[in-house]
């Protein structure tokens, strides 16, 4: 954690320009697939079940399934998780312990590609997604 964000307000931190969007989009990352690996974690106590790997190892291999994919695809990839991000934790008083699997699973292909197809329709969902961009990076993860 840097520094500078040492008891500052989170609504502060979020209204933070500096921050691209970019970054927006690998926080919202790394959170949903740590909180996806506790809730593997937390499934796997107390039973014969061997223990999940660790969260890097999913991170990864997920990230290794991104690679080579075109621009636009991790684009809308980034945009979909910020929203997820947004949508799970946005409130500011929602806990860990009340979001399950599915409602913090990343984005399938199928969503992935449906996005890319607002994107290129350059739909009203997307011009209203373009404007809480904060520096114009792509939310590449």
Not at 93 to 110: G, M, R, S, V, Y
Not at 124 to 130: F, M, P, R, T, Y
Request: glycine share 4%; aromatic share 6%; proline share 5%.
């Amino acid at each position: 954690m840097n520094s500078r964000y040492k008891d500052v307000e989170p609504k502060k931190i979020a209204d933070d320009k500096e921050i691209t969007l970019a970054a927006r989009a690998r926080l919202a990352y790394l959170r949903l697939v740590i909180h996806l690996n506790q809730l593997k974690h937390e499934r796997a106590k107390g039973t014969k079940n061997p223990s999940p790997p660790h969260f890097w190892t999913a991170i990864e291999e997920d990230l290794a399934r991104c690679v080579g994919k075109p621009a636009i695809y991790k684009y809308a990839f980034g945009s979909l998780i910020i929203a997820k991000d947004r949508a799970l934790w946005g409130n500011g008083a929602t806990l860990a312990k009340d979001i399950t699997a599915d409602q913090a699973a990343l984005p399938t292909d199928e969503e992935i590609t449906a996005k890319i197809a607002k994107i290129n329709g350059h739909t009203n969902e997307d011009e209203e997604a373009d404007e809480e961009s904060d520096d114009g990076n792509d939310p590449v993860v």
